[in-house]
C-alpha cells in the first residue's frame, strides 16, 4: 500500500465534507497536502486546524489575508486566485486529486491535474460536460488514472470488468442503465410547478447535496450531465446509455451485457461509498456507511422518465446529439438558470426555457482548446443572462 498525499478542491462542500470524512478513518494511507473553498472562510480555517495541510487556497486575496490571520501559527501556506488551485492540483508531491468544485469553475485545475498525470477522482461533473474531449485527451496523454465519484459512474466503474479501458469495445456491453431518484417533483402536480420555491426544489428525497446540484436533480438537468458524463467517461455513444426512475436509490446504476446478464452496483445512498472505492482501488477501506438492509427497504420500484415533467433531460440528450460545444453551450445556459433560480430571479419552470433558447441560439462550434470552450461558456452565458431579464420582465407584467 502506497501513502497518497491528497489535494481536495472544494474542501468545504458537500463532496469535500465526505472526502475528510472517509480519509479520517485511515491516517496511515493518507496524508491531505491541499485544502481549497471559494470563500466560506471560517469552515476552511476550522478544516485547516483540523487536518493540517500544507497548503489553503481561496479565491479572493482580501480572503486569503483573513485566512492567514485565522491560521496564525500554523504551517499552512494560504494562496489565492486559479493559478494557485491548479498548483496544488498539479505540485509534484500530490498523488491524488478530489475534484469537487461545482460548476465551471472547477475545469482548469481538474485538467492541471489530468495533464499531471494525477490520481484524478471526479466528482466537478460540469468539467467533462464542458470539455469531455480535451479532458479525456489529457488524461490518456499524461497516464493518469480518471475515478468517477458520481454515484451513478462509479457503480457503472464497479460493474465492468477489469479489462475495461476507457471504451466498451471489448467488453460485451449492451447498454449502461443510469439510475435517477426522480427528485422532489416526480408527482408534483405539473401546472404548479412554475411556483416551487428553491428549498422545495432542494428537498432532495434521498441525498444531502450543494444546492446547484439539488436543483439539478428536481429538473433532472443533473442526470441529462451525467448521460453526457457517462459518454465520455466509458467511451459510449447516447443511444446506448438509458435513464431509469428508481425512487429509493439503492441501485445506483447498472450496465447490461450481450448475454443478457445485467450487473449492478447496490449501497445506501451515501457518497462515501464512491468516494471510498475511488480513494482506495483497487483495494476496499471503510467509509462509515452502513451496511444496506435489504429486508427492511422490501421494496425497490422503476419508472420511465417522463420528459414533459423533465425536460432538462431531453436537452441534454439533444446537446449530446449536437456534438461539439453544444454540451459547453448547456451547461453554461443551466449554471446561469439555476443560480439566477436560486437567487429568485427566475421561476423553476423557466430554467428549462432558458436551456432551450440557449442551445437554439448559440452556436456550438468544435471544442479544440480550453480557449474555444471557455469562449463558448462566455457566450452561451451572456445570452442566458440576457433571457433571463427578460422572462423576468414577463413574469413582472
Ligand atoms: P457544494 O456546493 O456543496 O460545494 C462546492 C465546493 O466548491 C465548495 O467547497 C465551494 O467553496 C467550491 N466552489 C464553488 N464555486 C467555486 C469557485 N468559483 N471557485 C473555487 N471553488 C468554488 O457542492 P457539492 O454538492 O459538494 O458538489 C460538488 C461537485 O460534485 C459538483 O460538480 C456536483 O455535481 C458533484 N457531485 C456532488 C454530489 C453530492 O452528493 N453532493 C454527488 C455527485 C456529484
Ligand atoms: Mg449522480
Known amino acids: 500500500m502506497q501513502r497518497q498525499t491528497v489535494t481536495i ?5 458537500s463532496i469535500g465534507g465526505s472526502t475528510l470524512d472517509v480519509l479520517s478513518r485511515h491516517p496511515e494511507r493518507f496524508e491531505i497536502y491541499a485544502l481549497t473553498a471559494r470563500r466560506q472562510i471560517g469552515k476552511l480555517a476550522d478544516l485547516c486546524r483540523r487536518c493540517g495541510p500544507r497548503y489553503a487556497v ?3 486575496p482580501a480572503d486569503a489575508e483573513e485566512l492567514q490571520t485565522l491560521l496564525a501559527g500554523l504551517p499552512v501556506t494560504v494562496l489565492c486566485g486559479p493559478e494557485s488551485l491548479a498548483y496544488v492540483a498539479s505540485a509534484p508531491e500530490v498523488t491524488t486529486v478530489m475534484a469537487a468544485i461545482v460548476g465551471a469553475a472547477g475545469l482548469e485545475p481538474c485538467l492541471a491535474a489530468a495533464r499531471a498525470g494525477k490520481r484524478v477522482l471526479l466528482a466537478n461533473k460540469e468539467a467533462l460536460v464542458m470539455a469531455g474531449d480535451l479532458f479525456m485527451s489529457a488524461i490518456r496523454d499524461s497516464g493518469a488514472v480518471l475515478l468517477p465519484i458520481d454515484s451513478e459512474h462509479n ?3 464497479q460493474s465492468l470488468p477489469d479489462s475495461f479501458d476507457y471504451g466498451l469495445q471489448h467488453c460485451g456491453v449492451r447498454k449502461i442503465v443510469l439510475t435517477a431518484s426522480g427528485g422532489p417533483f416526480r408527482h408534483f402536480p405539473l401546472e404548479r410547478l412554475c411556483d416551487v420555491t428553491p428549498d422545495q426544489a432542494c428537498a432532495h428525497p434521498n441525498w444531502v447535496m450543494g444546492r446547484k446540484i439539488s436543483v439539478d436533480s428536481a429538473t433532472m438537468m443533473n442526470k441529462g450531465l451525467e ?3 457517462a459518454s465520455w467517461l466509458f467511451g459510449v455513444g447516447a443511444e446506448r446509455i438509458e435513464v431509469l426512475i428508481h425512487p429509493e436509490s439503492v441501485i445506483h446504476s447498472m450496465v447490461e451485457y450481450y448475454d443478457g446478464s445485467v450487473i449492478a452496483q447496490l449501497g445506501n445512498p451515501d457518497m462515501r461509498t464512491p468516494i471510498a472505492h475511488a480513494l482506495a482501488y483497487p483495494d476496499r477501506i471503510v467509509s ?5 438492509d435489504l429486508v427492511k427497504q422490501a421494496k425497490l420500484s422503476f419508472e420511465e422518465p417522463d420528459l414533459r415533467r423533465f425536460p432538462c433531460l431531453g436537452l441534454a440528450y439533444a446537446a449530446l446529439h449536437g456534438g461539439g460545444c453544444a454540451p459547453t453551450v448547456l451547461n453554461a445556459a443551466n449554471e ?4 439566477a433560480f436560486l437567487e429568485g430571479g427566475l421561476r423553476y ?3 428549462a426555457s432558458v436551456v432551450e433558447d440557449c442551445l437554439a441560439s448559440v452556436t456550438g462550434g468544435v471544442a479544440e482548446d480550453v480557449s474555444t470552450v471557455l469562449a463558448v461558456d462566455g457566450a452561451a452565458r451572456e445570452f442566458a443572462r440576457a433571457a433571463i431579464v427578460r422572462y423576468g420582465r414577463k413574469t413582472a407584467t
Request: no cysteine; proline share 0%.
Open 349 to 351: 419552470s423557466e430554467i
Open 288 to 292: 462509515g456507511v452502513s451496511s444496506l
Open 155 to 157: 457503480a457503472v466503474f
Open 58 to 60: 481561496v479565491e479572493s
Open 227 to 229: 448521460v453526457i458524463e
Open 336 to 339: 446561469e438558470a439555476v443560480a
Open 9 to 13: 478542491l472544494g474542501a468545504t462542500g
